[in-house]
């Protein structure tokens, strides 16, 4: 069975930082590029970052450009999200996304889900 399993959610403060991860099993890891999506109460799931199956290549939205960085480790079929100088507009539910395909942005191209893990930051 296919798993994405995300961690490391929780309450932070203004400018602070966390660090998401999201275990992955059930499926090639390396054959699917990698993302995390967000949605906040009342608010459509919105792409945040994506990173390619070998990891060299990198996309992200513009609200997180210079604050927060994705990376992946194959041998581990694990990816990572570290988030720096939060502000109180990244507060979300924090979704890991696995998809076969290369368009990355998009999340109906996603194949595989996790579960959310919830980012708080209050103010």
């Known amino acids: 069975q296919v798993q994405l399993v995300e961690s490391g959610g929780g309450l932070v403060q203004p400018g602070g930082s966390l660090r998401l991860s999201c275990a992955a099993s059930?499926?090639?890891?390396?054959?699917?590029?990698m993302g995390w999506f967000r949605q906040a109460p009342g608010k459509e799931r919105d792409f945040v970052v994506a990173?390619?199956?070998?990891?060299?290549?990198?996309y992200y939205a513009d609200s997180v450009k210079g604050r927060f960085t994705i990376s992946r480790d194959n041998a581990r079929n694990t990816v990572f999200l570290q988030m720096n100088s939060l502000k109180p507009e990244d507060t979300a539910v924090y979704y890991c996304?696995?998809?076969?395909?290369?368009?990355?942005?998009?999340?109906?191209?996603?194949?595989?889900w996790g579960q959310g893990t919830q980012v708080t930051v209050s103010s």
């Open positions: 990173i390619s199956r070998g990891g060299l290549s990198t």
């Open positions: 996304a696995a998809q076969r395909g290369i368009k990355h942005r998009t999340a109906s191209e996603y194949d595989y």
């Open positions: 059930g499926f090639t890891f390396s054959s699917y590029a």
